[in-house]
């Protein structure tokens, strides 16, 4: 087991360099701890609210306000299961170099890890997602580090109150995920660890597919078949 274990690190260490995982396991977990951070702070304020107007002996005529506060506390931790799930999720997604997954949920999982990145920058996600893509039978692991690497850059490109959108299409057999940054552009000699155009291109080649750049609105689409076949799993 340990051998067949180790098997499947050296495999993906070959495809993805091993600063370049580190790196994207390390800011999504930084984004996943500070959120969880903030959802338990909010908790924490709100019991203590409700633990306040108790010993005042002040609940009875301050109902309404004890029911706010008690929506408020379980919105919070469905906010932070769902984080947790996410996160579990992604990381069981490296179990195996492929696996049958859906897309829209598998850019979903990121999206909702990395919001809060987002969020910091004064920017926005749009999500455009195509209902009729059936499942993908690939790297799932490999398909988010690609986006994420793409979704850093956008961000590092685009200035405060710009959007970017997440666009999933289905076309003849395969599918597509759109970046499209959108808004004011800045300057910026920001270089993300994991975004090497050339690291990105031997990626998306294991996977079967291709990525393309559009100049002038930084967009970026990547084309993927619905299943790998054998023959470019061993490549």
């Known amino acids: 087991m ?3 274990r180790n098997n499947k690190m050296e495999h993906m260490e070959e495809d993805m360099p091993a600063d370049s995982q580190l790196s994207f396991i390390a800011k999504v977990l930084s984004v996943f701890t500070h959120e969880i951070k903030n959802h338990l702070a909010i908790i924490k304020e709100s019991n203590g609210l409700i ?3 108790i010993t005042l ?12 506060i008690i929506e408020s506390v379980e919105h919070q931790i469905t906010k932070t299961s769902l ?5 579990n999720r992604l990381g069981h997604r490296m179990d195996m170099s492929v ?13 909702s890890l990395i919001q809060r990145t987002a969020n910091q920058k004064k920017l926005s996600f749009k999500k455009d997602f195509a209902q009729n893509i059936p499942s993908l039978y690939n790297s799932p692991s490999k398909l988010q580090f690609l986006i994420f690497c793409l979704l850093e850059k956008s961000m ?10 997440i666009k999933t ?11 499209i940054p959108k808004g004011d552009f ?4 920001a270089d993300s660890v994991c975004y090497d155009k050339s690291v990105l291109h031997m990626i998306i080649n294991k996977m079967g597919g291709d990525i393309s750049c559009q100049t002038g609105d930084e967009t970026t689409v990547i084309t993927l078949p619905v299943f790998l076949n054998s023959g470019q799993q061993d490549e």
Not at 83 to 87: A, D, I, S, V
Not at 156 to 165: A, F, V
């Open 99 to 111: 696996s049958t997954f859906n897309l829209n949920e598998c850019l979903e999982e990121l999206l």
């Open 169 to 179: 299409a289905y076309t003849n057999g395969s599918v597509s995920i759109s970046i």
């Open 57 to 68: 002996g002040q609940t009875a005529p301050n109902a309404a306000q004890c029911l706010k």
């Open 51 to 53: 633990g306040d107007l």
């Open 156 to 165: 590092d490109l685009l200035d405060y109150g710009g959007k970017i959108i």
């Open 2 to 4: 340990t051998k067949i």
């Open 83 to 87: 984080l947790c799930t996410n996160l």
């Open 186 to 189: 800045k300057e910026t000699n």
